[in-house]
């Protein structure tokens, strides 16, 4: 999606108040304020906002209608209001990425608008900040079966296991993967920016030099899908843990962990082979593969430990059909 004409001379500003929740598509946004503009393509994506080359002016796209509704801040620490505080950036332009990357935590927005945007269609967030996700999700579940077990007599020779697999999680585990969720997204930009000058450049010598800068990002974007399938492998040991040892009542939620564990595990390892397809295998490929690989390895053992677990919950069922 392009956007023309959307930059503005300082001395015409007008602020919009943070909370509006729509305005005018941005060419009625501005006729009111008749403002000098610098003509400028600017590639935009849902609830993002830009900075446009040395313009201190923001924009951002509605998540209804895409269309750009107006400034929201004047400096690069004025935060975008409501749920428009993810990243973009300008239309690669000059032979150089142009447009500073405006941050926001994915974390913190409220889950159906999170939704929402991994549903967009865009590029961002994707399937490595997806991965990460699931694994918070997981994290969580965990958290809730040791509160659960807790305080509870029968448990209480565990307690000090429960605890110490806690704790890794919150103080290891979950801090990693709020990180991964938007260093993910911001990385994958970098290589969406990267793509979009490579394939704009005519020059072939030109060109070549930005299919290597592309391939670097995208490797700087590998290495963060395989650190998720590490953390998640690590925090799926934990959940087998919770599972034996916690409470059992609360068996499904540390089942839906071990699953969500194992499936952010599986899911970042696909992103990194097919990611690995890209290089002629050079050193850091081969050495990334073979990191992937033992990864994989371990995922297949920890994937028998959840079947040989839900057999087991299988099992008492037959077994109390079978006294009724």
Known sequence: MIFNELTAAPAAMAHTPADTPHISPAKNALSDRNPPRIRRKVWATDGCAAFLGSSPYRYVVSQCDRQAVGFVGQSAEAPIAGHFNESTTSQPMGGHLEGQVVTGELIKLPADQLLNKFGSGNHKPGSGSAAALIGL????LLQTVVSLTNGRDQYQGVVPQLTLANQDILNGIEPKLVSALQSDSEQFERVIQARRLRD????RNKRRALSERALEE?????DIPIEIAEVCLTLAEKALIVFDLGFK?????????LSSALA???G????VYLNLSRFKG?????????RADVQSAKLSSLQMELATRIDQLREAVVHRESLA
């Not at 704009?200 to 020059?203: Q, V």
């Not at 995208?218 to 590998?222: I, P, V």
């Not at 009542?249 to 962990?257: K, L, M, P, Y």
């Open 137 to 140: 999700l997981a994290c969580k």
């Open 200 to 203: 704009a450049e005519e020059d």
């Open 218 to 222: 995208l490797r700087k974007a590998t």
């Open 249 to 257: 009542a609360a068996r499904g939620d540390s089942g839906v962990a």
């Open 264 to 266: 952010a595990a599986s």
């Open 268 to 271: 970042s390892l696909s992103i």
């Open 282 to 290: 050079s050193d850091w490929a081969v050495k990334t593969r073979k």
